[in-house]
T-cell receptor, first 112, second 116 residues
Framework: DAKTTQPPSMDCAEGRAANLPCNHS???????VYWYRQIHSQGPQYIIH???NNETNEMASLIITEDRKSSTLILPHATLRDTAVYYCIVRDRSSNTGKLIFGQGTTLQVKP | DTAVSQTPKYLVTQMGNDKSIKCEQNLGHDTMYWYKQDSKKFLKIMFSYNNKELIINETVPNRFSPKSPDKAHLNLHINSLELGDSAVYFC???????????????FGEGSWLTVV
């Protein structure tokens, strides 16, 4: 089972920031938070990941709370091409293989 | 250049047939995966290979047999196809296991399998 909970869907106006929340209250100290997205009919695409500190790259920013029990993915200026399912994933800790366990994700609809 | 490529992209076949999906990565990664996405859109890992050695087998029926001839290739062979095997199959790769180093997994574009 996925170790994260996300809202099933969100809307965002084009050009505005999209803030996608994720709860991972059972995260352990060595587990990373990953964000992927899946645009319709494509493979999942890596966005960003973090452990404790906030992270930023050319695609997005990741804000992790101090207690690490939740995080927010921020797309600073959403475009129509950002419409996708966004997955927040905590690395599996039941084995040492680190497989990714996907939940249902958040379907983000960016509207003109 | 496509980093993780799969063939075929679409495959329609009859029940009982045997089929293969091929995957190649040109990223120099040492770990490759097969994920399955069913009609409800859930993505689940099936297999993982590290340096050609099987490290994850998620209780997949033994009709599914992965084969890794070298680090850059991980093929999926499916025997006696059933209706329930219809899904999208994604190949992926990473350098090392994400569990240890936090390394990223890169996915292919998927192979749409329809069993009729």
């Amino acid at each position: 089972d996925a170790k994260t909970t996300q809202p099933p869907s969100m809307d965002c106006a084009e050009g505005r920031a999209a803030n996608l929340p994720c709860n991972h209250s059972t995260i352990s100290g060595n587990e990373y938070v990953y964000w992927y997205r899946q645009i319709h009919s494509q493979g999942p695409q890596y966005i960003i990941h973090g452990l404790k500190n906030n992270e930023t790259n050319e695609m997005a920013s990741l804000i992790i709370t101090e207690d690490r029990k939740s995080s927010t993915l921020i797309l600073p200026h959403a475009t129509l091409r950002d419409t996708a399912v966004y997955y927040c994933i905590v690395r599996d800790r039941s084995s040492n293989t680190g497989k990714l366990i996907f939940g249902q994700g958040t379907t983000l609809q960016v509207k003109p | 250049d496509t980093a993780v490529s799969q063939t075929p992209k679409y495959l329609v076949t009859q029940m009982g047939n045997d089929k293969s999906i091929k995957c190649e990565q040109n990223l120099g990664h040492d770990t490759m995966y097969w994920y399955k996405q069913d009609s409800k859109k859930f993505l689940k890992i099936m297999f993982s290979y590290n340096n050609k050695e099987l490290i994850i087998n998620e209780t997949v029926p033994n009709r599914f047999s992965p084969k890794s001839p070298d680090k850059a290739h991980l093929n999926l062979h499916i025997n006696s196809l059933e209706l329930g095997d219809s899904a999208v199959y994604f190949c992926a790769s990473s350098q090392g296991w994400t569990g240890v180093t936090g390394n990223t997994i890169y996915f292919g574009e998927g192979s749409w399998l329809t069993v009729v």
